[in-house]
């Protein structure tokens, strides 16, 4: 346990020294926001209402991109190479890919709440009546997306094949989800469409928290992110090859 | 000397390839064995299977007379692993990479902090222990990446070709360095391409070609069976004017290959034939452009078991 949590440090480590990732999940969130709510504001009754909806469709998008830090986390050629070492050494292999999808939802988790801490109050939008729920409820979503990430490396053994195919798979699930424009009053086949992708059920999830109060779709949302990631990490302990290392 | 490696009937295969023939050696206790093979021998499999990396079709390896799966954590606690590519985290420094190394065998505190200064030493990076990795030379990476392996006091330390591109001054820097960790008590298994390498360090040899163990023996006994024998080198402008009957019709000769414009005349040492061979070329107008000898090296007993042919 004390070899995992040395390689857990040093993956965080090399996490939050990691400028490009910092960026990607502050930055430019922030930005993405910032525009999408500026640009469609006036399709709302308010400024305000514009940006309490991409604040929460652009976060759910960051956070299913958390499953491009788990790639960069997991087999970026730098770390790559000294995570042969940890294969070698008595850490053994679960210490690698499961170290890796922890410290990215650590990470993701971290940059995310700081990025809500500075919007919340600038842009004036709410998490709800208990912003405490909401914030729980970002976890397991946070933790599946990290476990996705470090699935795909375990089963493509490249980033680069699991980031492109990951980043067009959000993508699209995010489209159809609603994230960057609501498909609702597009027609029959798009809103059914839509009602498919699981970005449309944690896009539903989150607004009833923030906006209805309500609970109710926050816990399956939960349960479901968390045995889907459950499956994951046991999908990690199975496409999981050192040779891939060698 | 004690046995602290059994391999009995190793085999691997990759999809239909066989690349482990049923090879069996044993690593004794203080030894520095050197694992000689052209590319694609099996030298890297053999290790990546020793160091559990990669698993075994069939066979068993026995560490200290126990099963290496049977007590995986603690056999890994006891190797030390030099791969041969350069494992190293470059944003880091010299001495936070062997921290976080040495730590993963179990190592903190006191003792792990012994064990940096150690490895430090050991490498020769003692005032560059605060540097970022990636402003050393390859030499001092190279040597970092061995430190690396041998900071938590391994009982057996297996190095992938360890001293790939680097200076002379570094490569025999290293070399002494080995020397030291045998003398220290730890057990060396080493694969590599450079024959002085093998000359300088080894105390035994196994030589590898196509998944197989061919030769075995100390550098000494490898070369004693060539010994009574020297080869001639003879660089022609053309090839094939000459019947190679020709040549083994002259006493001592046994056996002759040409490689591209090059005729390779083995023959024996006692029997002095050179001025027989020459005529003969003079005999077919052949015009000799360059000659050689070569008496008994372990390059001559390597070339000899695996041939000249080039390797992908």
Known sequence: MRCFFTVLKMDLRNLFRNPVLIGYNTVFALLLILIMGFLTSGDYASGKDAFQYYLVTMLIYGMLSGAMTATNCFMERDIRRPNLRIIFSPAGSFSVYFSKTLASFLFDYTMHLLLLALLCPLLHVTLGAQPLYFLLLMAPVEFTAASLGTFFCCLLHTEEAASTLLSMTISLLCILGGTFFSLNGMGHILSMLSSFSPVKWLNDAFFALCCDNSQALAVPVAFGCLIFSLLLTAGCALFFKTEDYL | ??????????????????????????????????????????????????????????????????????????????????????????????????????????????????????????????????????????????????????????????????????????????????????????????????????????????????????????????????????????????????????????????????????????????VENLDRIISLFSVYHEKIKNMTTENASLETVFLKLTGRKLRD
């Open chain 2, 1 to 270: 000397m004690e046995k602290l490696l059994e391999v009995t009937h190793l085999s691997k295969k990759f999809k239909d390839t066989s690349v482990l023939n049923d090879i069996s050696f044993d690593v004794l206790r203080g030894e520095i064995l050197c694992f000689l093979g052209p590319n694609g021998a099996g030298k890297s499999t053999t290790i990546h299977i020793l160091t559990a990396a990669l698993k075994k079709d069939e066979g068993n390896i026995l560490f200290r007379q126990k099963p290496i799966t049977q007590h995986l954590s603690a056999y890994k606690q006891c190797l030390g692993i030099v791969p041969q590519e350069l494992a190293l985290y470059e944003e880091l420094s010299a001495e936070q990479n062997l921290r976080f190394f040495a730590s993963l065998y179990g190592l903190h505190g006191k003792k792990l902090s012994q064990a940096v200064t150690y490895a430090l030493d050991f490498a020769g990076l003692s005032d560059r222990a605060h540097d970022k990795v990636g402003t050393f030379s390859g030499g001092m990476k190279r040597r970092l990446n061995i430190a690396c392996a041998i900071a938590h006091r391994p009982e057996l330390v297996i190095m992938d070709e360890p001293t790939v591109g680097i200076d002379p001054q570094s490569r025999n820097y290293i070399l002494d360095s080995i020397r030291k960790l045998r003398s220290e008590g730890m057990t060396i298994l080493y694969t590599t391409h450079y024959m002085e390498e093998v000359e300088a360090i080894s105390t035994r040899i196994l030589i590898m070609d196509h998944g197989s163990i061919i030769a075995e023996g100390t550098n000494e006994s490898l070369k004693e069976d060539i010994e009574n024998e020297k080869r001639y080198l003879i660089e022609v402008e053309e090839n094939g004017k000459i019947p190679l009957e020709e040549f083994y019709s002259i006493e001592g000769v046994k056996s002759v290959e040409i490689i591209e414009n090059t005729l390779s005349i083995t023959s024996l040492k006692s």
